[in-house]
């Protein structure tokens, strides 16, 4: 139902679609995408894309050799994939910027490519992301597989401890990290700028297991978060522990699998996977 207007009635948003309903709502979030404001690149008769980004070459360079693009207007290449992405940062454009100055000044320098590293706080959390997202990878024929960590953002026993979702994606078998997307707080940024770092120099998770990183417990911990993504990674591939994801269960339950629930009998209680045995972790060794 295509939305036909926005008004602002006693202190409430109201959204109206085509079919005349009247939706009361407290906030309302636009995502509609963006379109590249290239009018100026149209005049001068530049190649552009199918969707009007402008064309340029690895020294920023576009199909007109004496004029040069940067920023969210233009097409670069994905670090990972070589393929020609759009990606509206700021941190890409200014370094885009020194590419085409070294070139107009007569320095041979190229711009390598992107990985999207990006962050976002909402409301009291952080939300950061790099590389390429499961999503993006479906559409290639890259193997990869996956692993999630919910480790603290530092030592546990030091007050204000909050927990870090991260997801680390990775091709299989090399290890190679493809990307990863981090949700929480302090810290959170971090995370994803160590995994940055690490994709720019083609690192695997093998690498992760032996980076040395600050510690106090004010700030991480001894095995900091990337090392916990490390080792989990590195366990699946080796084989020394294999995995199931949320939505290979109907595959396990058809299979005549047993499938336990480790978790606290109120968590279990709170909701569960149809057909699960509850016996936590707490009880396993006793039965």
């Known amino acids: 139902d295509p939305v036909d207007s926005f008004k602002r009635e006693n202190n409430c948003n109201i959204v109206i679609p085509k079919s005349g309903k009247i939706i009361e709502t407290d906030v309302i979030i636009l995502a509609i995408g963006i379109k590249p404001e290239n009018q100026l690149a149209k005049s001068a008769d530049l190649e552009l894309g199918p969707k009007g980004y402008i064309i340029v070459d690895d020294h920023m360079r576009t199909s007109d050799p004496f004029i040069y693009a940067v920023g969210d207007a233009v097409k670069v290449k994905h670090l990972i994939t070589r393929k ?10 200014n370094k885009q910027g020194r590419i085409a100055a070294d070139n107009i000044a007569g320095r041979d320098s190229k711009y390598k490519g992107v990985l999207g590293a990006s962050v976002v706080k909402v409301f009291d959390l952080t939300v950061a992301t790099v590389g390429l997202t499961e999503k993006q990878l479906k559409i290639t024929e890259i193997k990869y597989d996956k692993i999630y960590i919910h480790p603290n953002n530092h030592a546990s026993y030091y007050p204000g401890a909050i927990p870090i979702t991260l997801k680390l994606i990775y091709e299989i078998p090399s290890g190679k990290i493809l990307g990863a997307q981090a949700v929480g707080g302090p810290g959170t940024e971090k995370r994803i700028d160590v995994i940055s770092t690490s994709i720019k120099f083609n690192g695997t998770v093998y690498d992760l297991e032996d980076l040395e990183l600050t510690y106090a417990p004010p700030y991480g911990s001894a095995k900091d978060p990337i090392n ?4 989990v990674a590195s366990n699946v591939l080796k084989g020394d522990h294999p995995i199931w994801h949320w939505d290979e269960i109907d ?4 299979n005549n699998s047993f499938l336990l629930d480790v978790r606290t009998k109120d968590e279990y209680d709170v909701g569960t996977i149809e057909g699960a045995i509850n016996i936590s972790d707490l009880e396993l060794r006793n039965k």
Do not use: R, Y
């Open 228 to 231: 916990m993504a490390g080792f």
């Open 251 to 254: 595959e396990i339950k058809n």
């Open 84 to 93: 020609s992405v759009s990606v509206q940062l700021a941190g890409p454009a």
